[in-house]
């Protein structure tokens, strides 16, 4: 298969890229070589992996004519075809050559090159990077670990190398980045690095985000160290649907700002299944959190995004704040005691104390530091399955 496909269930490739055609987009309509001036900056090579040809990438630090988008890098990408959105589960082939790189010296930086990445529009921080550290082949992945996928590049130079990343594309803390390597020699993948339980969608999906939209693919070879021609081989390049993983709510972007005693909160999710409500929660620390408002599912089954919104007054902060409620209770027992007096006296002192306490309310809301609380939501099904949206700083409106 030579092109993408429409994806209609688990399995499905929605592209494949194997070079086949002789072109260096391989005969598919979107696919970008190099923005590099140099005419070999990208070019045919044949053998494949596994076909007649694959695409070869080079550059030469120090030449201006492989410097190209702020770097000195030669890469193609997806950025029209074959894009990710996040609530979507893949997988990612690729087979590698790295040909004729010398070995790893001292002075030399320890990231010599990026040669493949799965990347989100705008500034958005790179969630899957797969580069070149010293001499092994390394894994940065959405939440800033690292992952050594190769230990020792130098036995397999000039040797084709193949790998496999799965991806849940999360915008809250249900995503997992795995990694794969075939390497020369071997007859099956062995699983090489895996993260879960993390967010890995690094981009903003919100109506007024200008970036951070969608993602998408690039393979090449970005950046080479000071003396260094980099030449990297790649081929067989697929993208294939993973079965989607049903979750109560997959949530998109979560805002959330204060003014005086009131914080407001706006926050999307991008599908729904059998929700029944979302609890407000938050916290003076960012690590225990306190519900203290609960907001209804607005359909409860939706597969297009949803907008909430919802405001938390100072009177509702009561459990977060330490409110002593249990002064209204324990009054009347005390004032009907024999010591009368006693009793007025300790209503009087309770009563002052509760004053002070309801004036906090009224007074902006801060953390322990004076400067700010956080949120999250907590996301509640009808058979009392959970989902948390990310945790998210909440600052006052002129911050």
């Not at 393979?219 to 260094?228: D, R």
């Amino acid at each position: 298969m030579a092109g993408a496909a429409a994806a209609q269930s688990p399995g499905d490739t929605l592209l494949s890229i194997t070079y086949e055609s002789g072109t260096t987009n391989s005969g598919i309509t979107g696919i970008e070589a190099s923005d590099a001036a140099a005419p070999d900056a990208a070019y045919m090579v044949s053998p494949g992996a596994a076909g007649n040809y694959a695409v070869a990438h080079k550059v030469v630090h120090g030449d201006s004519a492989y410097y190209s988008d702020g770097n000195w890098r030669s890469e193609s990408s997806t950025i029209s075809v074959a894009r990710f959105y996040p609530g979507e589960e893949r997988r990612y082939e690729f087979s590698l050559l790295l040909k004729d790189w010398p070995d790893w010296v001292s002075p030399e930086p320890n990231t010599r090159s990026n040669i493949f990445q799965c990347r989100v529009t705008g500034d958005s921080y790179v969630p899957v990077m797969v580069r070149i550290q010293r001499n092994a082949l390394q894994l940065r992945r959405a939440d800033a670990s690292t992952a050594t996928i190769v230990p020792d590049i130098r036995p397999y130079m000039n040797q084709w190398m193949h790998f496999r990343i799965d991806v849940l594309w999360a915008m809250d803390n249900t995503g997992y980045i795995k990694s794969y390597t075939r390497l020369p020699g071997q007859a099956a993948y062995s699983l090489s690095s895996q993260v879960s339980n993390i967010r890995t969608y690094t981009g903003d999906t919100s109506a007024t985000s200008t970036s951070g939209k969608f993602g998408y693919i690039k393979w090449g070879v970005y950046g080479v160290p000071a003396g260094v021609t980099g030449i990297a081989y790649h081929d067989d390049i697929r993208i294939l649907k993973r079965s989607e993983t049903a979750l109560p709510a997959r949530f998109g972007n979560v805002q959330a700002s204060r003014t005086g005693s009131t914080v407001k909160i706006n926050w999307q999710t991008l599908s729904e299944t059998s929700n029944s409500y979302f609890e407000l929660q938050l916290s003076k620390d960012g690590n225990n959190f306190t519900t203290v408002k609960t907001i209804q599912s607005k359909k409860g089954d939706s597969s297009v995004p949803q907008q909430y919104e919802s405001t938390i007054a100072g009177a509702d902060m009561a459990a977060l704040l330490g409110l002593p409620l249990m002064l209204g209770l324990l009054g009347p027992g005390l004032y009907y005691r024999r010591n009368k007096r006693s009793a007025l006296f300790v209503m009087i002192a309770m009563i002052a104390a509760l004053t002070v306490s309801c004036s906090k309310y009224n007074e902006p809301i801060v953390s322990g530091d004076g400067d700010k609380i956080y949120l999250r939501i907590k996301q509640v099904d009808i058979d009392g399955n959970t989902t948390f949206s990310k945790i998210v700083s909440v600052l006052p409106d002129n911050q």
